[in-house]
């Protein structure tokens, strides 16, 4: 009876002591596609455009939260399996699970994609990190809360949330680009570089903006920011 108990115990401190494990997650060839259309709950997306790596995109998952680092295999729920990744025609199609209620750990869904240059960028999810490099055709995203970067360039970008965060820096400039941000509180940076003519337009019901950039009317690239609180940097 004693030797039981005991390996009893040891085996709980084992279970209670296990690390946070890693989850193999999905993995999909994207030869082909040219639209990424990401909904559902809260995820980490990183997307490239790079033709120097494979067309692939891969969905996963990480524990963060108190009960972490004691996660073990009695609490099977995975939300990044239980998240749903699928290419229709030309278009990858991914919606993203909910932690159980049940679940003593967040599980943090994290999404890499590498796509080919002007693909579209869809994204409509409660929350979500996002950070896009390369060259993109149109990136909409809506989010109830969104951190969202871009180093590179895309001709159409529309953001949408509450609390909205955007990094957006363009490394060319072709003179088509057209800029939306709109929510309620609102801090966008915005580069494009020196000599480049920009218009640009803020309506808030309080405001800073921080432009070292004449505003060109009718120019291109176009920028037009709405919120209740807006901070601003165009450079």
Avoid at 73 to 78: G, I, K, T, V, Y
Wanted: proline content about 3%; hydrophobic content about 45%; some cysteine.
């Amino acid at each position: 009876m004693k030797s039981a108990i005991l390996g009893l115990l040891s085996f709980g401190s084992v279970v209670l002591a296990s690390p946070e494990r890693g989850d193999a997650g999905k993995t999909l060839d994207l030869a082909g596609v040219s639209a990424v259309v990401i909904s559902g709950e809260a995820s980490s997306v990183r997307l490239t455009t790079s033709t120097s790596a494979p067309y692939r995109a891969t969905i996963g998952s990480r524990r963060e939260g108190w009960f972490a680092r004691w996660y073990s295999s009695w609490f099977a729920n995975d939300c990044s399996l239980a998240s749903d990744m699928k290419l229709e025609a030309s278009t990858l199609r991914i919606d993203v699970a909910p932690s159980s209620w049940l679940d003593p750990s967040d599980c943090r869904v994290e999404i890499s994609a590498n796509i080919q240059p002007e693909s579209s960028v869809s994204i409509d999810q409660a929350a979500l990190q996002a950070s896009m490099v390369g060259s993109f055709s149109t990136i909409a995203i809506n989010s109830k809360a969104a951190d969202v970067s871009l180093d590179g360039h895309a001709s159409t970008v529309e953001l949408k949330g509450d609390a909205l965060r955007a990094n957006l820096a363009f490394g060319s400039v072709r003179q088509d680009e057209n800029i939306a941000i709109t929510g309620k509180a609102l801090d966008a940076t915005l580069s494009f570089g020196q000599g480049v003519a920009v218009s640009y337009s803020v309506a808030a019901t309080a405001s800073f903006v921080d432009s070292t950039i004449t505003n060109t009317a009718g120019a291109k690239p176009s920028v037009v920011i709405k919120g209740d609180f807006v901070r601003a940097i165009i450079r």
